[in-house]
């Protein structure tokens, strides 16, 4: 079973930044797709960013209310992805998820167990 740790949240001022972590106990190049979601206080669960690995090189995808604020990376060597926020918002405060998929076999799910994100403004 594969194992997901989230690292990164914190409390910060409006306009801050953070970097979030995840770190994986698989190889992540085995992995199709990895990415972060959110869930903020009576909001909808929403895709923050994603990245795929295709055969022809890797493709992101951001929602568009993180679109210039946030990137998404990996790092291989270390079994790890990032999201990197900038110019935080109060709207950003949320609990945020990394997953990644798998597609091949039982095409398997994995989720982090989230690390909270506070934006105070």
């Known amino acids: 079973q594969v194992q997901l740790v989230e690292s990164g949240g914190g409390l910060v001022q409006t306009g801050g930044s953070l970097r979030l972590s995840c770190v994986s106990s698989?190889?992540?190049?085995?992995?199709?797709?990895m990415s972060w979601y959110r869930q903020a206080p009576g909001k909808q669960f929403e895709l923050v960013a994603s990245?795929?690995?295709?055969?022809?090189?890797?493709?992101?995808n951001y929602d568009e209310s993180v679109k210039g604020r946030f990137t998404i990376s990996n790092d291989n060597a270390k079994n790890t992805w990032y999201l990197q926020m900038n110019n935080l918002k109060p709207e950003d405060t949320a609990v945020y998820y990394c997953?990644?998929?798998?597609?091949?076999?039982?095409?398997?799910?994995?989720w982090g167990q989230g690390t909270q994100v506070t934006v105070s403004g």
């Open positions: 997953k990644a998929v798998q597609f091949s076999g039982p095409r398997p799910e994995y």
């Open positions: 698989k190889s992540i190049s085995s992995f199709n797709v």
């Open positions: 990245i795929a690995n295709f055969n022809d090189g890797l493709r992101t």
